[in-house]
């Protein structure tokens, strides 16, 4: 069974940075991606930054230049590096894994808050 573990999260100014961590525990497929989402109250969830076993990398527009996500195998950890963050990035970030049979289970989550 696959868990997901987000670390990281935290208060951050305006125009600061964090790095979230997922630690990926368990056994997945050799081909897969794994996505960072946000979910705010009252809002949509947004899939921010995704990447695949082979590194390639999608984001949202709205994270797009300031948002980076990166992947380490040996370690099974992907993480999300976000600089310049903005009030309008407070939500609980976590990440799943897409694999031939869909999304699996998300991990629990880390809060951001952005304020000043």
């Known amino acids: 069974q696959v868990q997901l573990v987000e670390s990281g999260g935290g208060l951050a100014q305006p125009g600061g940075s964090l790095r979230l961590s997922c630690a990926i525990s368990g056994s997945i497929p050799v081909i897969n991606t794994v996505g960072w989402f946000r979910q705010a109250p009252g809002k949509e969830r947004e899939l921010v930054a995704a990447?695949?076993?082979?590194?390639?990398?999608n984001y949202a527009e709205s994270v797009k230049g300031r948002f980076t996500i990166s992947r380490d195998s040996v370690k099974n950890t992907v993480y999300l590096q976000m600089n310049n963050l903005k009030p309008e990035d407070t939500a609980l970030y976590y990440c799943?894994?897409?694999?031939?049979?869909?999304?699996?289970?998300r991990g629990q989550g880390t809060q951001v808050t952005v304020s000043s």
């Open positions: 799943n894994v897409f694999t031939r049979t869909g999304w699996g289970e």
């Open positions: 990447i695949t076993s082979g590194h390639t990398t």
